[in-house]
């Protein structure tokens, strides 16, 4: 097959807006990496989609659609039209010039312990606006073959790590909302969730202060971190248990809270145990790999923080810590870039995800293709 050009999306468990990606790929090598694109929530859509995680808590059929799921659904489907109106627009490009779209959506329930993974979003609907054929609904396939539905990139990060030339192994961590890992060794590829990304310290700076985030890590680098806490939480049982395993963005927050005193600290020093929290998990998860990385390139939102880069060149020595930005590739639209890329593999009925990504009892297809 040739290659495609395939658009990504991607709205994370940040949710703070939908990154947009251009590449070409024949869903196994990566021919380009073209243009990308943001599309920021505005704070009543952040709300709406928080109430949306509060009431999908509860659902057991992930069909369900209460009227404020429905809405929000809705909503979900119109803002990432509106991202890829937008994208195609700045970049002075047609719906016929684009093979595929990678439609994520937005998680708003992930529960691999009960074989459930909730991600808003209308594909059908999504191509009839656009003219373009979608991929959506990736996970879903997984989950019904035993798998955890999660990570879902390590096949994009390997096909990514193929194009440099660094000594291997080579881990690639995600600091999202979820913070992830891709391990590299030739063909060998593990992928798991470590633990909480930047989910847990934005809703605490949140709460304090109104902030959205905890910005440039300017209140954890004021604080001081509880290292007794850090110890406490991360003697959790998730944290030794070997792969496959995957979390949702709020499993740890009544442990992390209760056991870090979470109430009794000042914003910059809950901040700070917050984010040596989120570097002590990466730096633990190094004790159930095959063998240490050389280097890790980092991506995602917590590459914008300081504080938190700061504690993971600490702990992850004498490996070496490099930015996606750093290494050549996009920190903020890596994983746009993937689902553009999952696509395409669905289109061509190649798996997705493996036993040792999401613990699935043998390599799965996935995606729903709508055209």
């Known amino acids: 097959m040739a290659s495609l050009a395939a658009i990504g999306l991607m709205s994370g468990t940040s949710y703070d807006g939908i990154d947009v990606a251009l590449i070409e790929t024949d869903g196994e090598k990566i021919g380009r990496l073209g243009p990308t694109g943001y599309r920021p929530y505005s704070d009543r859509?952040?709300?709406?989609l928080r109430h949306a995680m509060a009431a999908a808590s509860h659902l057991t059929d992930r069909n369900e659609r209460p009227k404020l799921l429905a809405e929000v659904e809705e909503l979900v489907t119109d803002m990432h039209a509106e991202a890829v109106e937008a994208f195609l627009a700045a970049n002075g490009m047609t719906p016929g010039e684009v093979g595929v779209v990678g439609f994520h959506g937005q998680t708003v329930l992930h529960r691999p312990d009960r074989a459930f993974s909730l991600q808003l979003g209308n594909g059908p609907a999504l191509a009839a606006r656009l003219g373009i054929a979608v991929v959506y609904d990736f996970r879903a396939a997984d989950?019904?073959?035993g798998g955890q539905g999660a990570p879902m990139v390590p096949i994009f990060h390997r096909a990514m790590?193929?194009?440099l030339r660094r000594p291997h192994p080579v881990a690639v961590l995600n600091l999202g909302g979820v913070a992830n890992i891709t391990f590299i060794d030739g063909d060998t590829l593990i992928a798991f969730d470590t633990g909480p990304g930047n989910a847990l310290l934005d809703d605490f700076v949140r709460l304090r202060s109104g902030q959205p985030q905890d910005d440039e890590?300017?209140?954890?680098?004021?604080?001081r971190v509880d290292a007794d806490a850090v110890?406490?939480?991360l003697a959790h049982e998730f944290f030794s248990r070997p792969p496959p395993k995957s979390l949702d963005r709020n499993a740890f927050r009544h442990w992390v809270a209760e056991e870090g005193k979470l109430v009794d600290k000042s914003t910059q020093d809950g901040a700070a145990t917050?984010?040596?929290i989120t570097a002590a998990a990466v730096a633990h998860a190094m004790k159930i790999l095959p063998r240490a990385p050389l280097s890790f390139i980092t991506a995602g939102g917590g590459t914008r923080n300081p504080t938190l880069m700061a504690m993971l060149v600490e702990r992850l020595a004498p490996a070496r810590v490099d930015t996606a930005h750093a290494v050549g590739w996009s920190a903020d639209s890596l994983e746009a870039q993937a689902f553009a890329y999952l696509a395409v593999r669905t289109l061509r009925n190649l798996p997705i995800t493996f036993p040792s990504t999401t613990g699935v009892p043998q390599p799965q297809t996935g995606g729903v293709i709508a055209r």
Do not use: H, N, P, S
Request: net charge positive; proline share 0%; charged share 30%.
């Open 45 to 48: 859509e952040r709300d709406r």
């Open 143 to 145: 989950i019904a073959a």
């Open 161 to 163: 790590v193929r194009m």
């Open 217 to 223: 890590g300017r209140a954890a680098a004021a604080g």
């Open 231 to 233: 110890t406490r939480v």
């Open 274 to 276: 917050l984010t040596a």
